[in-house]
T-cell receptor, first 115, second 113 residues
Framework: GAGVSQTPSNKVTEKGKYVELRCDPI?????LYWYRQSLGQGPEFLIY????????DSGLPNDRFFAVRPEGSVSTLKIQRTERGDSAVYLC?????????????FGPGTRLLVL | AQSVSQHNHHVILSEAASLELGCNYS??????LFWYVQYPGQHLQLLLK??????LVKGIKGFEAEFIKSKFSFNLRKPSVQWSDTAEYFC???????????FGKGTRLSVIA
C-alpha cells in the first residue's frame, strides 16, 4: 500500500516568508508525528497528533511553528516569519494506535531552505 | 528526559567484514527500541524493532540487534556487510504508548569493495 507522502519535496523561501508543509499519512493511521532533521543530526520531535487534536506539541521550537490536522488525516505544518535557522528536512511519520507497542513509518521529508 | 547515544559517527568497512554499531539510551521506564536506516537519497526505513520478549531481534537484510537491559544498550550487528549496506543508521527509543521517538545522531556506514 501507499506509504506516507509529503509535499513539496523541496521548498526554497526567503527569510520572513510563510511556508506550509503537507503530510498525507498511511490510510487508517490515527497517530501522526512531525520531526525536524538538521544536517548531521537525528530527527527531533516537533508535534504529535492523535486524531484531530495535538496530543503533544512540546517539541515546537517557538510560536512561529504551528500544525493542524482538521479531519484526522492530512496534516499541515505552518511556519511563519521563516528564519535561516529553520532550514532543515521536515519529516512526517504515522502509526496505528495499537497500545503500548507502536511502529512509526516515515515519509520522504520536505527539504526546506530559507535564504 | 530520554536520550540516545550512538558511539560511532562514521564507520568504514570492507565488504564481508562484520558490523557492530553501538547504541545506548537513557530512560528509566519500559521502552520500545528501533533501528532505522536511511539509504542515500531515500527516506528513513525501519530496519528492526524491539518491544518485549526475546532480546535478540532479527530485522531485514540480515541485520540483528540485542537488547541488554542492564547496559541500556541496543547494538546493531551484521555478520557480513555488503556494499549496498552503505547508509546512515539511526537508533531510536520511545516510552511505550504512542510517544515521540528520540533518535541518536546517527552513524554513517561506508562499505568499500
Amino acid at each position: 500500500g501507499a506509504g506516507v507522502s509529503q509535499t513539496p519535496s523541496n521548498k526554497v523561501t526567503e527569510k520572513g516568508k510563510y511556508v506550509e508543509l503537507r503530510c498525507d499519512p498511511i490510510s487508517g493511521h490515527t497517530a501522526l508525528y512531525w520531526y525536524r532533521q538538521s544536517l548531521g543530526q537525528g530527527p527531533e520531535f516537533l508535534i504529535y497528533f492523535q486524531g484531530t487534536g495535538a496530543a503533544d506539541d512540546s517539541g515546537l521550537p517557538n510560536d512561529r511553528f504551528f500544525a493542524v490536522r482538521p479531519e484526522g488525516s492530512v496534516s499541515t505544518l505552518k511556519i511563519q516569519r521563516t528564519e535561516r535557522g529553520d532550514s532543515a528536512v521536515y519529516l512526517c511519520a504515522s502509526s496505528q494506535r495499537t497500545g503500548p507497542q507502536e511502529t512509526q513509518y516515515f515519509g520522504p521529508g520536505t527539504r526546506l531552505l530559507v535564504l | 528526559a530520554q536520550s540516545v547515544s550512538q558511539h560511532n559517527h562514521h564507520v568504514i568497512l570492507s565488504e564481508a567484514a562484520s558490523l557492530e554499531l553501538g547504541c545506548n539510551y537513557s530512560y528509566g521506564g519500559t521502552v520500545n527500541l528501533f533501528w532505522y536506516v536511511q539509504y542515500p537519497g531515500q527516506h528513513l526505513q525501519l530496519l528492526l524493532k524491539y518491544f518485549s520478549g526475546d532480546p535478540l531481534v532479527k530485522g531485514i537484510k540480515g541485520f540483528e540487534a540485542e537488547f541488554i537491559k542492564s547496559k541500556f544498550s541496543f547494538n546493531l550487528r551484521k555478520p557480513s556487510v555488503q556494499w549496498s549496506d552503505t547508509a546512515e543508521y539511526f537508533c531510536a527509543v520511545n516510552a511505550q504508548g504512542n510517544t515521540p521517538l528520540v533518535f541518536g545522531k546517527g552513524t554513517r556506514l561506508s562499505v568499500i569493495a
